[in-house]
């Protein structure tokens, strides 16, 4: 058995526990990997951090909360912090698993969104256990301490939780209709718009989508609900209003407008503005230059 303080390995144990505890959002503790004897039993104990178990083949029982359960290959267990638990192997075929422990103030958040809570600490992994294991792995692999190899470790950490809140989602979705989100809708329709306002002569409402990482549909649901006007209405309204603006305060050429503002042909962008100012872009162009001049007269 090799030895040091924060890492060992034997035949059938590895284990990483974490020395420096430097990120506050999402710190590693611990993780490592066992192919457990059938005698083989932890707890009862409580802990301070979560522990998110993966089983990788064979059977165990755990015990939380008054509650057994009974577990096998593709499930996941968790270990809530201040909560006693006791789980144990199998003893014809005691299980094989792999485990990553963290603790942080967005620790809880996200084992929520990744469907574990303190009253069903189970779930299936909705993923090949061996993703899970890929990533602990390369822990493992970088367990020396230095900066490079944190910085590595806090990563794969992320890509872990990320793993298991995408399997959930994964799992979750089954129409776009019924597609749950992250963030509420506020914060969507924001980035929407913030987004339009810095790409809004070069895209299309699926590169808005798209870039928030939701579905049109819902996309066109949060924009009437909070808008009252769909995605497309408010991307065309936005380019309208910086081809009057370019209009009124540059002397750039209708043509040159029209492709500042998102529109190849100028005739198409010509029609589209006259709909909806009355006028065309050089007529508008006109009144606003009269109307300024008999101001400055003034």
Known sequence: MDI????????????????IKANEELCL??????????????????????????????????????????????QIFAIFPGIRHYYFADTKEPWHYTWISFSGSRAADFVEKAGITARNPTRNTYARPEQYLAIIEKILNRHQLTIVNELTRTSLLYEAVALLIDSQNQKETSSTKNQSYDYSPDIYVNSAVEYIQGHYNKIRVSDIASYLGISRYYLAHIFKERLHVSPQEYLLGYRLEQSARLLRTT????????????????????????????????????????????????
Not at 4 to 19: C, G, L, P, S, W
């Open 29 to 74: 503790a611990e993780c490592g990997i066992e192919q457990c004897r059938p005698d083989k039993s932890y707890g009862p104990v409580i802990r301070d951090e979560f522990h998110i178990h993966v089983i990788l083949d064979g059977k165990g029982i755990l015990e939380t909360n008054h509650t057994s359960y009974s577990l096998q290959r593709g």
């Open 4 to 19: 040091t303080e924060n890492y060992r390995i034997d035949a059938n144990f590895r284990h990483f526990h974490n020395a």
């Open 251 to 298: 002397g750039l050429s209708v043509r040159q407008i029209s492709e500042k503002s998102g529109y190849d042909n100028p005739l198409t962008f010509s029609k589209i503005f006259k709909n909806a100012y009355g006028l065309s872009p050089a007529n508008y162009r006109s009144k606003i230059l009269s109307e300024q001049k008999r101001t400055d007269g003034k």
